[in-house]
């Protein structure tokens, strides 16, 4: 079993930045690939972005490519997202969200994860 809980969202300008984080507790945190999802307003949950296990491939939806960072410190059992260049449409609430290794489903896929987070929510102004 793992535990996920984010920290980090807020009220912030457009063009400002925000870090989210993703505290795990639980199995061996290493073993996991560990993606963050969104939920906008009157939306869809949507992906965001991805890290595998090994922390050496990360991908991203269109959307947030080059404005944010996918990271992980296995020190510290914590996953990361740098968000910067913030825009109104980044307004959602986002979920950290962890896979076992061999998932067979797609890593953008929201079926393919195993455990949640409860969500930190992020509103961007304009």
């Known amino acids: 079993q793992v535990q996920l809980v984010e920290s980090g969202g807020g009220l912030v300008q457009a063009g400002g930045s925000l870090r989210l984080s993703c505290a795990a507790s639980?199995?061996?945190?290493?073993?996991?690939?560990m993606a963050w999802f969104r939920q906008g307003p009157g939306k869809e949950r949507e992906f965001v972005a991805v890290i595998r296990w090994s922390g050496s491939t990360t991908s991203y939806t269109d959307s947030v490519r080059g404005r944010f960072t996918i990271s992980k410190d296995t020190t510290k059992n914590t996953v990361y997202l740098q968000m910067n260049s913030l825009k109104p449409e980044d307004t959602a609430v986002y979920y950290c969200?962890?896979?076992?290794?061999?998932?067979?489903?797609?890593?953008?896929?929201?079926?393919?994860?195993?455990?949640w987070g409860q969500g930190t929510q992020v509103t961007v102004s304009s």
């Open positions: 639980g199995r061996t945190f290493s073993s996991y690939d």
């Open positions: 969200a962890a896979r076992r290794l061999g998932g067979a489903l797609p890593l953008f896929t929201i079926d393919g994860y195993d455990y």
